[in-house]
């Protein structure tokens, strides 16, 4: 199983590699880069994981694309003693640099591929192996990919089987949030997001005495002692600031309405758990940010604003708007659920072992 920079691609590698155990007794080895967020989240979830070094693809002319070719040769190398070693029968991959070089491996070690695209706009290492594997599966419907067939996105067992309702109020007890009232859930992804987290905090006195209470994830890399927590005195809505969140269903469960990002994982995981969210698509990259969250918005399902657009002025309204309107709020959440598939990493896994069983 090949995947990894962000959590876009080892979230789905590592809800795959749990299907594939409780389906069936299966040796498991996950391909990475030791910069890659791959190097931390993959052991820790118990899985094997080798290195080979990555090979990313310089955007712009330079001494770095000329040795572009060179490295890729010995990162496929590499990559294809791995896959001798370990006698893989089936390869898996969901995008990320150190997925080119395991899929042209594959190619040449004849062993079936399949491809798991998680964004709506594929990334360079994806394209390429679709043109030479039938196996390709993807999260959005709209993905444009040859013999693409749409399952939905991977996630953990814990999330798509969560029920809000149900943990809403262990949800609260672990953040420290009051047990009535609503609750605005920002995060911004793993490493946070400056224009969210500004937004959050220049808002959040007015959110309060609106009665909204806020649990704000702001990156470990962002928080500092001067996130402290903040409690109005007279509705007696909270502000909760925390770093990192381990337990995001847990998080999803406490709160009414959220405010993030459109990555993949972020847009299926509230569509899943019917969580109505204001999505704010990343300003920069192949523009796939601003087309993940397309099929929820277009339902009606998810409300977007755009990064240069979200001032504290318009979150506050934004979300006064969405919390004042329960039935709305109903509306988005049931329609969210009815859009999202949740069983997409049992069906990846039952496709991968029936390449495996087709091997042998």
Request: a neutral charge; hydrophobic letters at 45%; proline letters at 7%.
């Given at each position: 199983?090949?995947?990894?920079?962000?959590?876009?691609?080892?979230?789905?590698?590592?809800?795959?590699?749990?299907?594939?155990?409780?389906?069936?007794?299966?040796?498991?080895?996950?391909?990475?880069?030791?910069?890659?967020?791959?190097?931390?989240?993959?052991?820790?979830?118990?899985?094997?994981?080798?290195?080979?070094?990555?090979?990313?693809?310089?955007?712009?002319?330079?001494?770095?694309?000329?040795?572009?070719?060179?490295?890729?040769?010995?990162?496929?190398?590499?990559?294809?003693?791995?896959?001798?070693?370990?006698?893989?029968?089936?390869?898996?991959?969901?995008?990320?640099?150190?997925?080119?070089?395991?899929?042209?491996?594959?190619?040449?070690?004849?062993?079936?591929?399949?491809?798991?695209?998680?964004?709506?706009?594929?990334?360079?290492?994806?394209?390429?192996?679709?043109?030479?594997?039938?196996?390709?599966?993807?999260?959005?419907?709209?993905?444009?990919?040859?013999?693409?067939?749409?399952?939905?996105?991977?996630?953990?067992?814990?999330?798509?089987?969560?029920?809000?309702?149900?943990?809403?109020?262990?949800?609260?007890?672990?953040?420290?949030?009051?047990?009535?009232?609503?609750?605005?859930?920002?995060?911004?992804?793993?490493?946070?997001?400056?224009?969210?987290?500004?937004?959050?905090?220049?808002?959040?006195?007015?959110?309060?005495?609106?009665?909204?209470?806020?649990?704000?994830?702001?990156?470990?890399?962002?928080?500092?002692?001067?996130?402290?927590?903040?409690?109005?005195?007279?509705?007696?809505?909270?502000?909760?600031?925390?770093?990192?969140?381990?337990?995001?269903?847990?998080?999803?469960?406490?709160?009414?309405?959220?405010?993030?990002?459109?990555?993949?994982?972020?847009?299926?995981?509230?569509?899943?758990?019917?969580?109505?969210?204001?999505?704010?698509?990343?300003?920069?990259?192949?523009g796939e940010q601003a087309r993940n969250?397309?099929?929820?918005?277009?339902?009606?399902?998810?409300?977007?604003?755009?990064?240069?657009?979200?001032?504290?002025?318009?979150?506050?309204?934004?979300?006064?708007?969405?919390i004042g309107d329960p039935a709305r709020?109903?509306?988005?959440?049931?329609?969210?659920?009815?859009?999202?598939?949740?069983?997409?990493?049992?069906?990846?896994?039952?496709?991968?072992?029936?390449?495996?069983?087709?091997?042998?």
């Amino acid at each position: 199983m090949a995947g990894g920079g962000t959590a876009g691609h080892t979230s789905p590698l590592i809800a795959t590699a749990e299907q594939l155990a409780e389906l069936a007794e299966v040796d498991i080895l996950c391909v990475g880069t030791p910069k890659g967020l791959e190097s931390r989240v993959i052991p820790e979830a118990g899985l094997e994981l080798a290195m080979i070094p990555a090979v990313p693809l310089p955007r712009r002319p330079s001494g770095d694309l000329v040795r572009v070719p060179t490295r890729l040769r010995a990162a496929v190398n590499q990559s294809r003693a791995l896959l001798r070693g370990h006698r893989a029968q089936v390869v898996v991959g969901f995008g990320g640099y150190v997925s080119l070089p395991v899929y042209l491996a594959a190619r040449r070690e004849k062993i079936p591929l399949v491809v798991h695209e998680g964004n709506a706009v594929s990334g360079l290492a994806n394209k390429i192996a679709a043109l030479f594997t039938p196996h390709v599966v993807t999260t959005f419907p709209a993905t444009d990919l040859p013999h693409a067939q749409m399952l939905g996105l991977p996630v953990r067992a814990a999330i798509a089987g969560l029920d809000r309702r149900a943990t809403g109020p262990a949800g609260r007890v672990e953040f420290g949030l009051p047990p009535t009232g609503p609750v605005l859930l920002v995060s911004g992804g793993s490493q946070g997001a400056r224009s969210l987290n500004l937004a959050t905090i220049d808002a959040a006195q007015r959110l309060l005495a609106a009665g909204i209470s806020v649990l704000h994830v702001l990156g470990s890399a962002n928080f500092t002692d001067q996130n402290q927590p903040i409690e109005d005195p007279q509705t007696g809505a909270t502000y909760r600031p925390l770093g990192y969140v381990s337990d995001m269903g847990l998080a999803y469960a406490a709160a009414d309405l959220m405010l993030g990002r459109s990555g993949a994982a972020t847009v299926m995981e509230t569509a899943m758990t019917g969580l109505p969210t204001i999505f704010v698509p990343l300003p920069h990259g192949n523009g796939e940010q601003a087309r993940n969250a397309d099929f929820l918005i277009n339902a009606r399902a998810g409300v977007r604003v755009e990064d240069v657009e979200l001032t504290a002025d318009r979150l506050v309204g934004e979300v006064q708007a969405l919390i004042g309107d329960p039935a709305r709020l109903r509306l988005m959440s049931d329609t969210c659920r009815a859009l999202a598939p949740s069983g997409a990493a049992r069906a990846l896994a039952q496709l991968v072992l029936s390449l495996a069983v087709g091997k042998d």
